[in-house]
Every structure is written in C-alpha cells, then in structure tokens.
C-alpha cells in the first residue's frame, strides 16, 4: 500500500475524505495532522479523530499542528464546530508528537515514497518545509486541495479558503522542491458534488454518524440555496489515489501577499518549481468511492 501522511483542518468534507483513506485498501495511512482552518487546531485533531473512529481506525496517530498562520491573524470559517456537534466524544487523545515532527519523521522512515495530502490551509506543510530543507525532496507526491484557478474563490471573489487562512505558507508550498506537487482547486472540486436526493436518502440512516454527516451537508446545500454539495477534499484524496482522473495545467504558481491576498496564479517567475493545477476531474470515480465507503461501512 502508499504511505500516506494527510493533513487537515477538520471539516465535514476533510472527514469525509478520512473515512475514504482509512478504508482504502491501497492505502495505509501513517499518520493525520490537524492545522487551524475551519476549526481550531485541536477541534481538528479531535474531528480526525472522529473520523477515523466511524471508519473503524483506532490506531492511527492524530496529531496537533499549527494553532496560528504564519504571518496574519487567524480566521476560523466555522468557530462552532459543526461536525463535534453531531459526532460525540472521540474515544482517544491527540498523538504526543506535534503534526509538523510528524510528517517530518515519517518522511525519513518512508523516503521517497510518503504521499502528503493537505486538506486544510497550509502552514504545517511549510513549517515542515522550513524546517528541513530535505522534505519536500523525500515526499513522492504532494496533493493540495486549494486554490480558485480560473473560478471565483469561496471566502473571497477571488480566494479559496485554505490558501486564504494562510497565503504565506500557500506561496512556501508553492515554490518548494516537490517533484510531484498537484494543486486541486475550486474549478474541479466545485463540480464534484452530491445532491440533495441522496443526502436525503443517506440522512435518513439518523443513528449512524454517517448518516448524520450526510444530514449536515444537507443543512449546508440548503443554506446556501445550492442543489447539491461540494466535496472538495474528498476528491483531492481520489486524485491522490490516482492522477489520472484529472486534467492538469503545468504551470509555476505564486500566490499573491498583497493586494487580494490569497490569489493563486501563474507566476511569472521561471525559477519557480512546476505545479500541476487540475483543470477537469473524473467526478464519477469519487461517488464510487464514497458510496463504498458511506453505504458499506
Ligand atoms: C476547503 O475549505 C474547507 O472549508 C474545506 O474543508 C475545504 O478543504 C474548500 O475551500
Ligand atoms: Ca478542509
């Protein structure tokens, strides 16, 4: 199986893609981060571990990383926690070791081969590049979920959440030397969505977490008028699995630390690495994937 490292800010969609790992028999999981983004850093470690739980993973470390990002104050997209508020207790504590010591231990016992995938904003992965200019060289891939390439933003016209909560770190990551860095953005994860009808039908299993995840989801599409609901990490994780369920654009990307903060594009400067930025996605393999997962579990 790959060696997989994930890091994540836990959201509903950043549990959802848990589950997926923890399930995935193509996978063995090493370790989870949690960095601030949508919940606090130890909410979110607490919410990977949740997930984990539901997908019957009781071992694999969960550990806390990054409170705060590197350069602005922090901004929490959901304060109140949604996912605690549905999922109950976890039943274990955070790893001892903090998220960045971890990915960075599990980059020497899996050189070469470690897959990173970053589901929230990304000050753990720059704090790890930062810290040991060999990293980005020992992960074999990197997968990030951000960014709004050729699309409006989320939490701006022009940004995506996780590049938003921490642009610093977002350009550290974007200009480290990852041989295999693959950027999936607002564009294709926009498009990979469940609807309404089937979050109905899945809420209705109301005694099983899944079921009630499925019902927060349903809140989230309702609320924002939309007939069906993004899953943006969990087809970051799919693309993880396998590339070639998307279309890429090459490019050497920067993100802006000025005017409109956050923004991702094409940098102008040539000495920067390449980035592959998914343009389309094979969304289908992703309903797979989680219909095995959620109906399966
Ligand atoms: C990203 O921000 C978070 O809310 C989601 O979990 C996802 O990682 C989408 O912009
Ligand atoms: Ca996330």
């Not at 304060?79 to 109950?88: F, M, S, T, Y």
């Not at 899944?210 to 008028?225: C, P």
């Amino acid at each position: 199986p790959i060696p997989v490292v994930v890091d994540q800010d836990g959201g509903v969609d950043d549990a959802l893609a848990l589950m997926l790992l923890a399930r995935e028999p193509l996978v063995k999981l090493h370790g989870v981060g949690a960095v601030h983004g949508n919940v606090d850093a130890y909410a979110a470690a607490r919410n990977g571990i949740r997930a984990l739980e539901f997908a019957g993973d009781h071992a694999t470390p969960v550990a806390v990383g990054a409170a705060q990002p590197l350069a602005q104050p922090r901004h929490l997209s959901h304060p109140g926690d949604p996912l605690a508020a549905i999922a109950g207790k976890p039943e274990r504590k955070p790893a001892g070791d903090g998220a960045v010591e971890q990915m960075l231990r599990l980059s020497h016992e899996h050189d070469g081969e470690l897959c990173v995938l970053a589901l929230g904003p990304l000050t753990n992965i720059a704090l790890a590049v930062e810290a040991d200019p060999g990293f980005a060289r020992r992960v074999r891939r990197l997968v990030v979920m951000g960014g709004a390439y050729r699309v409006k933003g989320n939490v701006r016209e022009y940004a995506e959440a996780n590049i938003w909560h921490d642009p610093e770190a977002a350009d550290v990551v974007l200009s480290a030397a990852f041989a295999d860095r693959i950027l999936v953005p607002l564009d294709v994860t926009r498009n990979a969505t469940v609807t309404r009808m089937w979050l109905r039908w899945l809420a209705k299993d109301a005694d099983r977490l899944r079921g009630r995840i499925a019902g927060r989801l349903l809140e989230f599409s309702v609320a924002t008028g939309l007939p069906s609901r993004p899953l943006h990490d969990p087809l970051a994780a799919v693309i993880l699995l396998d590339p070639s369920l998307a279309t890429y654009h090459h490019r050497s990307m920067a993100v802006a630390l000025r005017e409109r903060r956050g923004t991702i594009s094409s940098a102008t400067d040539t000495g920067r690495p390449v980035t592959a930025v998914a343009v389309t996605a094979d969304t289908s393999t992703l309903l797979q994937s989680l219909f095995r997962t959620l109906i399966r579990s």
